[in-house]
């Protein structure tokens, strides 16, 4: 079974700090995604990779970044949290078409996050 | 705006009752479809998934109907258990285009006992 696992299920950060988000998947996979939930919004992308130390935009990427060292490990950083930026926030991965893999998505459990 | 919609934002059954949960999508070069569930407090998990090559799909209490006519999808829960109560949304993908995919705001299924 495919595991995507995020660092923190809740977190709590004051408006200004820098925030960490951080995603592991066992299952080789080269693409990695993020996103953000919000009611009446459903799934928003920040930011997605589909290999080491590649990334690109999403459809919300302003007042976030991300980093991909490890094919592994997908972060997400906050440079400076705001109140707006609260939400949950969930990581997926999926394998490459090009591996003969499917677009399918497998997800994290999420991190809830709230910047006071 | 986005390319997948709902028909209904919200639904719900009786226990032992077989639900539909509607989805439209807009794209007609979309070749890919997957429907996700989502429970309280957790991340999205697959449940089901159809190529446009095919217009029903089985799996283990459910179906997924594709209609490409209409470009509508669906997904049919049999014997639907209160376990079963969750958001369910589909997601697309474009044939040819990037490995993204383009998501739906979901239905939420509440079943009655």
């Known amino acids: 079974d495919v595991k995507v696992t995020q660092s923190s299920r809740y977190l709590v950060k004051r408006t200004g700090e820098k925030v960490f988000l951080e995603c592991v998947q066992d299952?080789?996979?080269?693409?990695m995604f993020w996103y953000r939930q919000d009611p009446g919004l459903g799934l928003r992308l920040i930011y997605f990779?589909?290999?080491?130390?590649?990334?690109e935009k999403g459809d919300i990427p302003e007042g976030y970044s991300v980093s991909r060292e490890k094919k592994e490990r997908f972060s997400l950083i906050l440079e400076s949290a705001s109140t707006n930026q609260t939400s949950m926030y969930l990581c997926?991965?999926?394998?490459?078409?090009?591996?003969?893999?499917?677009?399918?998505?497998?997800f994290g459990p999420g991190t809830r996050l709230l910047v006071l | 705006g986005e390319s997948v919609g709902l028909h209904l934002p919200t639904l719900s059954v009786q226990e032992g009752d077989n639900s539909i949960i509607n989805c439209a999508y807009s794209?007609?070069?979309?070749?890919?479809f997957i429907w996700y569930k989502q429970e309280s407090g957790k991340g999205p998990q697959f449940i089901i998934d159809?190529?446009?090559?095919?217009d029903k799909r089985q799996g283990q209490r459910v179906t997924v109907l594709l209609n490409k006519t209409v470009k509508h999808l669906s997904l049919q829960i049999a014997a639907t258990q209160p376990g079963d109560s969750a958001v369910y949304f589909c997601?697309?993908?474009?044939?040819?285009?990037?490995?993204?995919?383009?998501f739906g705001k979901g239905t939420k299924l509440t079943v009655n006992p």
């Open positions: 997926a991965s999926s394998p490459s078409r090009g591996r003969g893999g499917d677009e399918t998505q497998y």
């Open positions: 299952m080789d996979h080269e693409n």
């Open positions: 990779s589909y290999d080491v130390k590649m990334k």
């Open positions: 794209n007609s070069a979309s070749d890919y």
């Open positions: 159809i190529r446009s090559n095919m």
């Open positions: 997601a697309e993908n474009i044939q040819g285009g990037s490995e993204k995919l383009v």
